[in-house]
């Protein structure tokens, strides 16, 4: 459902009827989230049920009383404990800043008053980590509305601009070193916003609301997005048309040298901040394909043009032919092996985006309009491809695509598929989970549908949890001499007397018929004998996307245990299990 057409008065008014109807979908994910505000936040809750029940969430909250987010974390967190919440989020905005510099403050005296005002949210970090342990959002802080010493504010020690920035920079290095915390950009959010829409006076005094409506929506979109990225459904790749997209012009008529991009005229300049903006997309991990009418080698020329940012390998998939949009974009998911949930789809024509958006369901067709200048403020105001971290397997995710191709044309040179795995020199590192791969993990238990036995879904504080109760996880890199795969496999087993139950087994597809999967197994098997299990239980549960390793476990070996509606279940023997891959070389494991 495209919320974002929706005005934010009227979505409030119609938000129990929207609330209803979402509440019908199937395949909900629960999700317990804690809101300690620092003001009232009825209006941002309401909001933000709504982002997340059309995100596939089905949210449970708890709030704390007005002002009292300090209280509920530090003074009396069993409130908060009881609860039991996936994720807690502090809403706090720049009213609940404390105690600013006085105006007598010197350079050496200011960073002191810093680290006073981090240190309380530092405490309540730590008591929400070790009562709750779950994943924690924290809000930077909006610039003060009000700037007593002028254009000073930003330069004095004793100014408050300037301590509101010092402040941040101190939650934004505290997130940087606490994997569990993630810090909300709310000053990023009010500047674009700007400050006489973020905030209401009459609002504050009469309802202890500390934004307006607007601003309220922002946090929410923005809250939201995160909360998607935490559970791995930030999309994927975005899939470009050409004509009067990336270009000016229709590049069959007017040919390469008359489309209009480059630094001549505002227009041509307008396409060449778009193709960059593209570009710093696919440089942080986002896969770029190509959708358009068009004749293929026609198409391409437009790629030859010497003021074209973009280039022909920039792109993970190119389909340019005249076929219906919506069929090339089912290609375009079969050829990349990803979800149609993945995808984001950019057009300057209303009657395309109207056709894909309707036989596409799950892809995301934002109305950009046909203002070029506009399309990259509106694909992040729709924070479609939100981050909570930056692995270097995000880098390398376009290389890893075209490496995968590589690979497909040398197995056509093979008649003997034994000899084409041998060919691949495959190497991998198998070994218990480790801090430095936390981020990757987590971000690929929660991203990976089709090869995932369970579908189950952790935070960083559930894994960490596990692994320090009696848990055995593991974790698969490959690299073959066609480049790095990164880190591609995931197992997580729990230890009860002497069996191991596999609550997760997940594999990128990318690196599926290699023998990782047996290569995973063997490492499994060994850590689990060397703990004293004598048998490993695996579960299969069926979803919409997970068919594909319907039968992972017969070919693994196991023995079929039990079968009902909701789960598979199968066993193996270990005691004289032995080594079953035969192409991949392991590195030399390490004494963990």
């Not at 309401?46 to 596939?56: K, W």
């Not at 930077?140 to 300037?162: H, K, M, Q, Y």
């Not at 390398?396 to 690979?407: G, H, L, V």
Request: hydrophobic share 40%; proline share 4%.
């Amino acid at each position: 459902m495209n919320l974002d057409a929706l005005p934010i008065e009227k979505l409030l008014l119609k938000r129990k009827s929207l609330r209803r109807e979402l509440l019908s979908g199937s395949n909900l994910h629960d999700l317990r989230i804690a809101v300690l505000g620092g003001s009232t936040t009825n209006e941002l809750v309401d909001l933000l049920e709504v982002l997340l029940l059309n995100s596939g969430f089905r949210p449970t909250f708890y709030q704390s009383e007005y002002n009292r987010y300090y209280e509920d974390a530090v003074l009396e967190p069993q409130l908060i404990a009881n609860f039991r919440p996936d994720l807690t989020y502090i809403h706090t905005t720049a009213v609940n800043i404390q105690s600013y510099p006085p105006l007598t403050c010197t350079e050496a005296e200011l960073p002191g008053h810093v680290t006073a005002e981090t240190e309380r949210f530092r405490r309540i970090w730590q008591s929400i980590q070790q009562h709750v342990d779950c994943q924690i959002v924290q809000n930077n802080f909006e610039l003060p509305a009000n700037a007593i010493l002028g254009n000073l504010d930003a330069v004095s020690p004793a100014g408050r601009t300037r301590f509101t920035n010092e402040l941040n920079l101190a939650l934004a290095c505290a997130a940087r070193e606490n994997p569990r915390l993630i810090l909300q950009d709310i000053q990023g959010l009010a500047t674009r916003l700007g400050l006489e829409k973020w905030t209401d006076p009459n609002r504050w005094f009469s309802y202890k609301l500390a934004t307006t409506i607007d601003g309220s929506f922002a946090i929410a979109c923005s809250l939201a997005s995160i909360v998607r990225a935490v559970y791995g459904k930030s999309r994927k790749c975005l899939v470009l048309d050409l004509d009067n997209t990336l270009w000016g012009g229709v590049i069959g008529d007017d040919g390469p040298d008359k489309i209009q991009i480059g630094r001549e005229t505002a227009i041509a300049e307008a396409y060449t901040d778009f193709q960059e903006y593209c570009l710093s997309m696919q440089k942080r991990g986002i896969l770029l394909a190509v959708c358009s009418k068009n004749n293929d080698a026609t198409a391409k020329q437009g790629f030859e043009h010497p003021d074209s940012v973009l280039k022909l390998e920039h792109f993970s998939a190119f389909k340019a032919n005249w076929e219906p949009k919506h069929e090339n974009i089912l290609a375009i998911a079969k050829e990349l092996n990803l979800g149609v949930d993945s995808f984001v789809f950019v057009d300057d024509n209303p009657a395309e985006r109207v056709i894909v958006e309707a036989q596409i369901p799950g892809v995301a067709v934002p109305d950009v309009g046909t203002d070029v200048s506009r399309f990259a403020a509106i694909l992040e105001a729709g924070r479609f491809f939100e981050p909570i971290s930056l692995a270097e397997d995000d880098l390398q995710r376009a290389k890893q695509y075209e490496a995968n191709s590589q690979r497909a044309d040398a197995e056509k040179k093979f008649a003997n598929y034994d000899e084409y795995l041998d060919s691949l020199e495959m190497t991998a590192e198998i070994e218990p989970f480790r801090p430095v791969y936390m981020d990757r993990i987590v971000q690929l238990t929660n991203k990976t549908n089709q090869f995932n036995l369970t579908t189950r879904r952790y935070t960083l504080a559930e894994l960490e949890s596990a692994i320090a109760n009696n848990h055995i996880g593991i974790y698969g890199k490959l690299t073959d001499r066609f480049g790095d795969n990164g880190l591609v496999s995931v197992i997580l087993g729990r230890i009860e007397n002497v069996d191991l139950h596999l609550d997760l087994w997940l594999m990128s597809c990318r690196v599926l018929k290699r023998d990782m999967e047996l290569a995973m197994l063997d490492r499994i098997a060994e850590l689990g004998r060397r703990a004293g299990v004598h048998t490993l239980y695996g579960y299969y549960r069926p979803t919409a996307k997970n068919g594909l390793v319907s039968d992972h476990y017969t070919k693994m070996g196991f023995t079929l245990c039990s079968h009902d509606s909701e789960t598979v279940t199968w066993w193996l023997d270990i005691r004289n299990y032995r080594a079953r891959n035969n192409h991949i070389k392991l590195m030399e494991l390490s004494n963990g």
